[in-house]
C-alpha cells in the first residue's frame, strides 16, 4: 500500500526530519509512482538535510531528468561521483542515471561510455542497468550488441518492455 505509506512517511519527516532512512522511503515511493514534481522537491530537501547521501542526488537527477531539467541533473550527478565511489550499489544506480540523462541529451556516445565502464563492475547483473545500457547501443546504431543487453536483462527479469524490444529489435 505505496499511498497509505507515503502519507506515514511525510508525517515521519514533518515530526522526525533527522532520520534519512524515511526520506529514502519516500524518495523511492515517489520515483515507482513517477511523482516526478514531488520527487523533485523531497529529494531537493534531503540534499540540504543529509549532504553526504549519494542516493537523495541521484533521486534528485532523476526527477531533474524526468522534468527535462538535464544540465541540472548532470551538474547533480556530478557532486554525486565521488560520493558513490566505494558503494557498488549505488554506484551502478549513479553510472544509470547518468546514463539515461545523457540519453535524454541525446548524447548517446556518451551514455554508451558511461554503462559500458560499469558493466563489469556490477551492471551485468543488473537487468535495468542492462535494459539502458542496450537502448543506448540501439540509438548508437549497435543493433546487434544492443540485443544482447536486452536478452541480458531478459534472462535475469522478464518484462513486457524488453520482450517487445527483443521481438521487434528496436526500441
Known amino acids: 500500500q505505496p499511498a497509505a ?3 506515514k512517511y511525510r508525517k515521519c519527516i514533518s515530526l522526525q526530519p533527522n532520520v534519512f532512512t524515511v526520506w ?4 523511492l515511493i515517489l520515483r515507482e509512482a513517477a511523482n516526478w514534481e514531488e520527487l523533485y522537491t523531497v529529494s531537493e530537501k534531503a540534499m540540504e538535510a543529509f549532504p553526504n ?13 524526468e522534468k527535462g531539467r538535464l544540465e541540472e541533473a548532470l551538474s547533480v550527478l556530478q557532486q554525486a561521483d565521488l560520493m558513490t565511489a566505494n558503494n557498488p550499489r549505488l554506484r551502478i544506480e549513479w553510472a544509470d542515471q547518468t546514463g539515461a540523462t545523457l540519453l535524454r541529451k541525446k548524447d548517446y556516445a ?4 558511461v554503462y ?4 563489469t563492475a556490477g551492471g551485468d547483473k543488473n537487468p535495468i542497468f542492462l535494459e539502458h545500457c542496450g537502448d543506448a547501443l540501439y540509438h548508437q546504431a549497435d543493433a546487434a550488441k544492443a540485443m544482447q543487453m536486452w536478452q541480458k536483462a531478459a534472462a535475469i527479469r522478464k518484462s513486457p518492455t524488453l520482450e517487445q524490444k527483443i ?3 528496436r526500441l
Do not use: C, D, F, R
Open 5 to 7: 505509506a507515503l502519507e
Open 167 to 169: 521481438a521487434s529489435g
Open 116 to 119: 559500458e565502464k560499469h558493466l
Open 110 to 113: 556518451g551514455a554508451v561510455a
Open 53 to 65: 547521501k549519494p542516493l537523495s542526488y541521484i533521486y534528485h537527477a532523476t526527477a531533474a531528468t
Open 24 to 27: 529514502e522511503n519516500t524518495m
